[in-house]
Each structure stands twice: as C-alpha cells, then as structure tokens.
C-alpha cells in the first residue's frame, strides 16, 4: 500500500538552512503536500507542488521533486527559530479512500538559537 | 476567517462514556475528514464524507460513529470511550474528493480515564 516516510527529527541553528527529506511510493500522486504543525495547533498548509514541476520556491521555502527517486524535499532558508514545529509529508491516495491524504509521521525541526 | 471550526477543543471522559466532536466548515467545501493524531503514529484517517449525505470508513474506524448532518457539519461519535482513544482529534475538510488541499481545524484534545 501507499507509503510516506520521512526523518523524525531535524535539529539545525538558528541562520542555518534546514533540510526535511521526504519519500513517497504513489507513482500517480499528482499533488504532494507540505504541512506545518506548531505545538498544540492544527496542521497549516506550508506549500504544495504538482507532479509535472521539479521545483517550486516560495520565499524563504524551496520544494524539490525527484519523481524518478519518489522523493520530496523541503528547505527552509535562513531557518529562524519561529520555523521551530513538525513539518509533514502528504501525499494523495488515489487507491483507497477518496480525497485521503497519506502523511508520514512527520519530522520535529527544532531550531537552536 | 472560521475555516474549520471543531468543538470541544479538550475533553476528559470517564470510560464508557459517550460524546460527540463537532466539527463545522464555511468554505463549501464537499468533502469532510475525522482525523487521529497519537505520537509516533502521525495523522491517521477514522472517516470521510466525499459529499453530504456519504461517509465511508477510514483506517481506523472501529469505536466510532459519524453524521454529515449538511454540508457544512460533520460530526465524530464516541458511544463508549476507551483509554485507547485518548488522542488528538483533528477535523479536516476539502472542495473536491481528490487532489485538493485540505484544511485542518486547530484539534480537540481528548483524554479517556
């Protein structure tokens, strides 16, 4: 079945770029997602990209896609402390429920001063 | 902006009780989720509703009930809370059934003693 996995910790200093690693198994997503959760919130769309793109940039964010490899990647420019959360990986499920994402388990970024 | 609005944000239940999570959306969105959080476990799908008047199970929907009451409300049962259920409750909703972003609401934290 469809699976995301991705690293459960990152630590980096604050300036730093910050790296999250991502890898998925549904050759036929079209849409892969990166979610933000701060503690005790709910999930914030961070930035998405469509399957046909190998990159996307969005100010201090830049998403790589290596459809080849099944794997995403999320940098955080000039990481600051308040990028401090657990980043997700999601992926849409085509094969069982309907308009399901998949998510990893997430990836704790935690950004030392 | 509401969004996703869920009620209770926390709740301590006594096992064997029963309650209701409401969750309600303003986007006129089609599609509605029921969501689990448990750490090291990541985002886990109890039930969707692709459109009102449908549910369908998710990945674990054992102990739990759901009404799409309209379009805009979807609600999560617990007939007889177990300690099993403690965890975070997250509502989640999207415009279309498949490849578009889904919206979260800020979670209800619920404890089962």
């Known amino acids: 079945g469809e699976d995301v996995e991705q690293s459960l910790f990152l630590s980096v200093r604050e300036g730093d770029s910050s790296v999250i690693n991502c890898t998925y198994t549904?050759?036929?997503?079209?849409?892969l997602y990166w979610y933000k959760q701060e503690p005790g919130a709910g999930l914030q769309l961070l930035t998405y990209?469509?399957?046909?793109?190998d990159m996307k940039q969005d100010q201090r964010l830049t998403v790589l896609l290596n459809k080849k490899d099944k794997h995403l990647s999320l940098r955080i420019a000039d990481t600051q402390t308040g990028d401090s959360a657990i980043y997700f990986c999601?992926?849409?499920?085509?094969?069982?429920?309907?308009?399901?994402?998949?998510f990893g388990k997430g990836t704790k970024l935690s950004v030392k001063p | 902006n509401a969004g996703v609005t869920q009620t209770p944000k926390f709740q301590v239940l006594k096992t064997g009780q029963s309650m209701t999570l409401q969750c309600a959306q303003d986007?006129?969105?089609?599609?509605m989720y029921w969501y689990r959080q448990d750490p090291g476990m990541g985002l886990r799908l109890i039930y969707y509703?692709?459109?009102?008047?449908?549910?369908d199970k998710g990945e674990v929907p054992n102990g739990y009930n759901v009404s799409r009451l309209n379009k805009r409300e979807f609600s999560l049962r617990l007939e007889s809370a177990a300690p099993s259920q403690t965890s975070v409750y997250f509502c989640?909703?999207?415009?279309?059934?498949?490849?578009?972003?889904?919206?979260f609401g800020e979670g209800s934290w619920l404890t089962v003693v």
């Open positions: 509703s692709a459109s009102e008047g449908t549910t």
């Open positions: 986007m006129n969105h089609n599609s």
């Open positions: 549904d050759s036929s997503s079209t849409y």
């Open positions: 999601a992926e849409v499920n085509y094969g069982g429920s309907q308009g399901n994402l998949i």
């Open positions: 990209i469509f399957s046909n793109m």
């Open positions: 989640a909703s999207s415009a279309q059934n498949s490849g578009n972003t889904i919206y």
